[in-house]
């Protein structure tokens, strides 16, 4: 059967490459009948190649170095951090800053309310407006008030001591109605018969009661 | 240290150690390996455009892994499957808006075989390349620098780091594989 000879035998490459090792003999090279390639096309190409991988490994290399020396940015700051003379330093400026944030609020708060120096001054600018009698009628009344205040709130507390206790004492003495009953209720005839009789019972006790 | 520019294993070993003459060692890999995986990509893509882009992405990744690469297989098996993955990824995302300008068919259809002359170089083209796909990576790799490259097994035992003897039997089973694979495509697209 023809299509069982062996096909192969029939089917030729069209071109050999010539793959011996030694380039530099150039005369032991086969002619090429396969697609022409410009001259000198594989040294060209291996050139680029290798000038392509070239910039591209200095590309990384730079990026490598940026990163170490990023590295190395974060490890000092690291090393800042570190020490303890940064807390300590930090821990002092921030008490510092709340306590002269403190003293600032209250040299402020003390310039909202009025001294007494002031208070002074002024009634010495303006004493002409005053009159010796109109201050002390003013002085007067603004101690009574202030005492009245006071008496009245020791009455009024004293009161609601002294009802309190009252109250307490009336409760205390008390004795509810409906279990006296009961208590009686409970005794028979001849229980009172011979309670009376025990010696136990003094007569004045009952002629008390 | 002297450089053994016909040792990949070498080669590989100076770039993972010795980072200052990476480029260099690099240079050398290239420069043995480079045009004969422009060749296996151009085959598959049939454009120079697309097949200098595959190429940088291939070199890309190979630069980029290098330094990872255990040298379990052998170092141009692995750029070869790395190469492979990236031409069928590339095409894969290409499918839809590909218009680009094809090479001529790599392939010469030889007179005396019936079958195959009612097929263009083209078709036939394309059907060894999706036989060669269906391959293991050993055999595929294997036909390939056998079947288009010309290597003497001695060459490609250099390359693979495998002895003679296994890239023959891998070379033998590819090709009966390639067969049948043609036969049963070429006939069912003849009924």
Redesign the interface.
């Given at each position: 059967m023809e299509a069982k000879k062996n096909i192969l035998d029939y089917i030729r490459a069209k071109g050999k490459v010539d793959l011996r090792q030694d380039y530099d003999k150039p005369e032991i090279k086969k002619t090429y009948s396969k697609p022409e390639l410009k001259q000198n096309y594989f040294e060209d190409f291996a050139a680029d190649f290798l000038m392509k991988i070239k910039s591209e490994s200095d590309e990384n290399n730079s990026q490598i170095i940026d990163k170490q020396t990023n590295k190395q940015t974060n490890k000092q700051t690291k090393i800042i951090f570190l020490k303890p003379v940064f807390w300590i330093s930090s821990i002092a400026a921030s008490i510092i800053v709340i306590f002269g944030i403190n003293y600032f609020l209250n040299d402020n708060t003390k310039l909202s309310e009025i001294s007494e120096s002031e208070i002074l001054a002024y009634v010495e600018e303006n004493s002409d407006d005053f009159t010796a009698e109109e201050i002390q009628s003013q002085i007067e009344e603004s101690v009574k008030k202030k005492n009245f205040k006071e008496i009245d709130t020791t009455k009024s507390q004293l009161n609601n001591k002294k009802e309190g206790l009252n109250e307490k004492s009336i409760q205390e003495n008390q004795i509810p109605q409906a279990s006296f009953n009961e208590l009686l209720d409970s005794f028979s005839e001849e229980d009172l018969y011979l309670y009376l009789n025990s010696d136990e019972v003094d007569l004045e006790d009952l002629e008390i009661l | 240290m002297e450089i053994e520019?016909?040792d990949d294993f070498a080669l590989v070993n100076l770039f993972q150690q010795d980072n200052s003459r990476a480029?260099y060692v690099?240079?050398t890999l290239?420069?043995?390996h480079?045009?004969?995986l422009?060749?296996h990509i151009?085959r598959i893509t049939r454009n120079?455009e697309e097949t200098?882009d595959i190429?940088?992405n291939v070199?890309?990744k190979v630069?980029r892994n290098l330094n990872e690469f255990k040298q379990e297989s052998s170092f141009y098996t692995w750029i070869y499957r790395i190469s492979r993955n990236e031409t069928i990824n590339f095409l894969e995302k290409e499918k839809k808006f590909r218009s680009v300008e094809m090479?001529?068919?790599?392939?010469?259809?030889?007179?005396?075989?019936?079958?195959?002359q009612n097929f263009s170089a083209d078709e036939?083209s394309e059907k060894?390349q999706a036989a060669i796909e269906t391959l293991p990576e050993k055999q595929a790799l294997v036909f390939q620098l056998k079947?288009?490259?010309?290597?003497k097994y001695s060459?490609i035992s250099a390359k693979l780091n495998t002895s003679e003897g296994a890239l023959k039997a891998n070379y033998h089973h590819a090709?009966k594989k390639?067969?049948d694979f043609?036969?049963l495509q070429?006939?069912l697209f003849q009924s």
């Open positions: - | 520019k016909n480029d690099f240079s290239m420069k043995r480079n045009e004969i422009y060749w151009r120079h200098n190429l940088q070199w890309m630069w090479d001529e068919a790599y392939i010469e259809i030889l007179a005396g075989h019936e079958t195959l036939i060894l079947f288009f490259e010309d290597l060459e090709v390639i067969q043609l036969y070429l006939n």
